[in-house]
């Protein structure tokens, strides 16, 4: 019980601050890249244990380990849909969408993002079910494919009208 004095204490007070603190994304991103480098640290002292959970209890949201496309939502869509993905490194990020034939329909550039979640409606790439030319695509399959940095990924849609 000695051995464990204080510690409940110190590990209760980021849950009380943590309502007070806001962070801006550079600061975000400093202490997640500080809680990535001590979760990768094989062996870790009280005291690196202690700044670890102090961490996780400021900023529980952590940056994703890998880029990845997720499932469009909803799926069949009619007319719209939103393609979620995460990134774990800015990217300068692009979506296509092809037809069955493998022709480009509609190029969406995102621009350059930073690394995160973008998985809800706000963040994630919405597409209106419109070609380039602003025509409405017939029903059917159609692929939509993701490119950020060096990371290209594809997946399957169905439009039902």
Same mark, same amino acid.
């Given at each position: 019980v000695?051995?464990q004095?204080?510690?409940?204490a @110190? !590990?209760a007070?980021? &849950? +009380?601050?943590?309502?007070? +603190?806001?962070?801006?994304f $550079? /600061?975000?991103r400093?202490?997640q ?7 990768d640290?094989?062996v870790r002292?009280?005291a690196?244990e ?6 996780? !209890?400021?900023l529980p949201e952590?940056?994703?380990? $890998? &880029? /990845? ?6 799926n069949?869509f *009619? ?12 990217? #300068?990020?692009? @979506?296509?969408?092809? *037809?069955?034939?493998? &022709?480009?329909v509609? *190029?969406i550039? @995102?621009? =350059? +993002? /930073?690394?995160?979640s973008y @998985?809800? /409606? +706000? #963040?994630s790439?919405?597409w209106?079910?419109?070609s380039? &030319?602003g ?7 159609y692929f =939509? $494919?993701i490119?950020?940095?060096? =990371?290209?990924?594809?997946?399957k ?5």
């Amino acid at each position: 019980v000695a051995g464990q004095f204080g510690k409940s204490a @110190v !590990a209760a007070a980021p &849950t +009380l601050l943590t309502k007070e +603190l806001t962070f801006n994304f $550079q /600061q975000k991103r400093s202490i997640q890249l500080a809680m990535v480098e001590l979760e990768d640290m094989p062996v870790r002292s009280e005291a690196e244990e202690l700044v670890f959970s102090l961490l996780i !209890a400021i900023l529980p949201e952590r940056l994703p380990e $890998q &880029t /990845q496309l997720l499932s469009n939502y909803p799926n069949p869509f *009619n007319p719209e849909t939103w393609i979620p993905f995460e990134l774990s490194q800015d990217s #300068k990020v692009s @979506v296509t969408i092809y *037809n069955v034939a493998g &022709t480009p329909v509609r *190029n969406i550039s @995102v621009g =350059y +993002l /930073q690394a995160g979640s973008y @998985v809800s /409606q +706000l #963040k994630s790439v919405y597409w209106d079910g419109k070609s380039d &030319t602003g025509e409405r695509v017939s029903s059917g399959t159609y692929f =939509y $494919q993701i490119r950020a940095g060096d =990371y290209t990924e594809t997946r399957k849609m169905v439009i039902l009208k």
